[in-house]
């Protein structure tokens, strides 16, 4: 079936820090790829998505590219915030639902 | 435009207890979701309905009934609360459901945080 492996957090960055969270899948046929973020307290935001190959998704300085080769869709953020402190969720939409990671937390020290 | 709304945000039950948590959208969606979120484990989804008159169990549905009450409601029930049932519900609603590789965004209410006793 469908999976999704996300790197293992928590992650500890200090401002203006460079960030790449990894996420790989396994599954079968064409899925659609995003980025949840959830804040403190919050349900979850579509930050970005890809709906196809070699597609690339941007929000908010955050960007990940559909890597049908090596079947990975990294988020990366090149200067994080002490905002961007949250839950980040990969995510992979097949068929009739959502198949999630397990979630990184982030948090960026001033 | 409230987007989509869980009530109660906060539960607290003895094992045994039943209760009914609520979900609703006013963004004309037709299809919706219940998903449990434990430590470690991302988001499960535990029932949808793709639209209004039907629901399909997802990953995880044993123990829990729903009901699609109308198109703008989605109820999520518990018969016989067990410890295992603790976590953080969160409801989803989207436009249609997913299909292939169309993008279809899910947008969710803010949970309810469930503690059995």
Known sequence: GDSVT???????????????????????????????????????????????????????????????????????????????????FCA??????????????????? | NAGVTQTPKFQVLKTGQSMTLQCAQDMNHNSMYWYRQDPGMGLRLIYYSASEGTTDKGEVPNGYNVSRLNKREFSLRLESAAPSQTSVYFCASSERELAGSSYNEQFFGPGTRLTVL
């Open chain 1, 6 to 88: 996300q790197m293992e957090g928590p992650v500890t960055l200090s401002e203006e820090a460079f960030l790449t969270i990894n996420c790989t899948y396994t599954a079968t046929g064409y899925p659609s790829l995003f980025w949840y973020v959830q804040y403190p307290g919050e349900g979850l935001q579509l930050l970005l998505k890809a709906t196809k190959a070699d597609d690339k998704g941007s929000n908010k300085g955050f960007e990940a590219t559909y890597r049908k080769e090596t079947t990975s869709f990294h988020l990366e953020k090149g200067s994080v915030q002490v905002s961007d402190s949250a839950v980040y």
């Open chain 1, 92 to 110: 992979l939409g097949s068929a009739r639902q959502l198949t999630f990671g397990s979630g990184t937390q982030l948090t960026v020290l001033p």
